[in-house]
């Protein structure tokens, strides 16, 4: 009889020790997948600072805003073909 009270004490304690392992299994998984979203709402802020980024650098780098700032902050005029003067030789020179 007492064999089959120590067998039935070990298998509640594996009972138990089971119940608690799938706790904590189940407790990590969550942490991972709050991580996860974390991560992921990470990405898409990201993503959506380097979309707005690419706006930006395509606004500022248009033709007609960079000859504005030539025009304005350095001074500079667009020169006519007359005033051009070509070096070289071979078929490229006018």
């Known amino acids: ?9 070990v298998l509640a304690a594996l009972v138990f020790a ?6 904590v299994a189940r407790h990590e998984a969550r942490q ?3 991580e996860h979203q974390s991560g992921l ?3 898409d802020a990201l993503n959506l600072e380097w979309t707005q980024l690419q706006l930006e650098q395509a ?4 033709q007609a805003r960079i000859e ?5 902050r350095l001074d500079m005029v ?7 003067i070509y070096i070289g ?3 490229w020179a006018r």
């Open 1 to 9: 009889m007492s064999r089959m009270l120590i067998l039935q004490a």
């Open 18 to 23: 089971s119940a608690i392992g799938v706790v």
């Open 32 to 34: 991972a997948f709050i």
């Open 41 to 43: 709402q990470q990405r």
């Open 59 to 62: 606004t500022w780098a248009t």
């Open 68 to 72: 504005t700032a030539a025009r304005e």
């Open 78 to 84: 667009r020169l006519g073909p007359e005033r051009i």
């Open 89 to 91: 030789g071979g078929g």
